[in-house]
């Protein structure tokens, strides 16, 4: 394995925290893979100088959303930063936005902000243990594909 892609492998922090939801939090759920969207946007608004915001192509990064709320998408405010989380080597995906990006298509607008988030950056906002060494193992395999 290259020296590069062995720095991207992850080991296991037995001390991790993770972030679980609370009553009114909002979360992302991909698989086993959950996010507290609260815990994070909190954090990011109170460290903003450690958080990337980039502007980005809406064709780039819409994935055609599977439940898009009808009733919430004409509330949404597309000048406020979506969240992009690297959830494997290099790929991003939005984690927080989808209804903003959805406004933002069908408005014809051609970019929104996003704060861009590493790995390393969203990973401590997972809501489990479990979730958490899912993940690091997950992250690890893509590493090993990249061979």
Known sequence: MSKAKNLLLLKIDENFVPAPTEQGDEYYPNGIFVFNITKMLNYINNNREEFELRIIKIKDHRSGFGVINEDHIGKVDISVPII????????????????RMEKAYRDGVETIPAYVLTMRQHLSFLTTVEAYRAYINYWNGKVKEME
Do not use: F, K, M, T
Not at 84 to 99: F, K, M, T, W
């Open 84 to 99: 992009l989380a690297e959830i494997s080597p290099g790929r991003y995906n939005v984690i927080d936005g989808n209804h």
